[in-house]
């Protein structure tokens, strides 16, 4: 491991550094792009840098593409879950969001927790996250010709009505293209078919949790329930004891692709409705007890994956 360190602050089209190296800190703003990276490596060779130890938060789409690019550079990357920085920061006081300098805790993180390795997802994945993501703006779109076919005057009406056809049959085409690239990998294909033996799951829900969680690179049900943000975050204030929420840190498309189908489960899953059951009769509140079964959903996901066995509402698939 490289004891130059660089911390990575990510932001839309911006991305902050930090390198620690020889006792100084250097810290540098480059664009968040191929252009903006290359200059970063250039940097980072002008100072004789040959690998460095660099970390960043996840914090979605924004920090995959660096990421990537320092992993092929051969760099050490680490990606590192948003809480666990505020948490070390905030103990060492650090942490001030007013501050231009956010790289600077991060790269302080790294240089004294030294966290795990990060490895991208493997090439079939990338693929499948890319048709499934495809979708989900197609969808978005078709819903906004959806909604503009209500109020559109008679004029403009067969314009919406074409864009809203031509949405359906690109959306119609990907979802092809993803059952066949599913088809054409034997691992992928094996975890689809025991996902879907869970009462709850859908073929879209199976896409999507294939497409954003490698669970085979998670130890514990509880990791994956942290990347996807659904373990509980507890609250205290004047006006509420305690009140339980989503921590919402990690992947929110697992969050918003997850929600229905955990009301679905209640219903028609055993266990998620056992579950739910036992949450109402301590007085939880409906929004609770769905975020809850989002987190057994996940946590039911891995553990079937893990045991390569169907879902079997007897054993406690917890993983």
């Known amino acids: 491991m490289s004891k130059n360190i660089l911390g990575i602050d990510i932001a839309k089209r911006k991305i902050d550094v930090a390198l620690i190296f020889e006792n100084k800190i250097l810290t540098k703003q480059f664009d968040n792009s191929t252009k903006g990276f290359n200059l970063l490596a250039a940097w980072l060779k002008s100072l004789h840098l040959t690998k460095v130890h660099a970390c960043l938060e996840a914090t979605g789409t924004y920090g995959e593409a660096v990421a990537a690019f320092l992993h092929e550079t051969g760099d050490f990357v680490s990606v590192v879950n948003p809480s666990r920085i505020k948490g070390y920061a905030a103990s060492k006081m650090q942490r001030n969001k007013t501050d231009t300098a956010d790289a600077r805790p991060i790269a302080d993180f790294c240089l004294t927790q030294k966290p795990e390795q990060w490895f991208p997802p493997t090439p079939q994945v990338v693929d499948l996250q890319a048709l499934t993501r495809r979708i989900e703006v197609l969808e978005e779109m078709l819903q906004m010709e959806k ?23 690109e959306i119609a085409d990907l979802k092809k293209n993803i059952k066949e690239h599913i088809d054409q990998n034997p691992d992928l294909k094996e975890q689809k078919k025991l996902l879907q033996t869970i009462p709850g799951i859908g073929e879209k829900t199976v896409h999507l949790l ?37 921590s919402k840190l990690g992947n929110g498309r697992i969050r918003k692709g997850l929600f229905f189908p955990a009301i679905v489960a209640t219903q028609h899953n055993q266990t998620i409705n056992e579950f739910a059951g036992r ?27 893990k045991h390569k066995s169907p879902f079997n509402p007897n054993l406690a698939f917890s993983g």
């Open 147 to 169: 909604n503009r076919l209500q109020v559109s005057p008679s004029k403009t009406k067969p314009s919406v009505n074409r864009m809203i056809k031509t949405f359906e049959k």
């Open 210 to 246: 294939l497409s954003e969680i490698e669970f085979s690179r998670y130890e514990s049900a509880r990791q994956v329930a942290a990347y996807a943000g659904v373990t509980p975050k507890k609250a205290e204030s004047e006006t509420s004891l305690k009140q339980t929420n989503l």
């Open 279 to 305: 949450l109402e009769k301590n007085g939880k509140t409906p929004m609770q007890i769905v975020c809850a079964s989002m987190r057994k959903l996940l946590h039911i996901a891995f553990g079937v994956l």
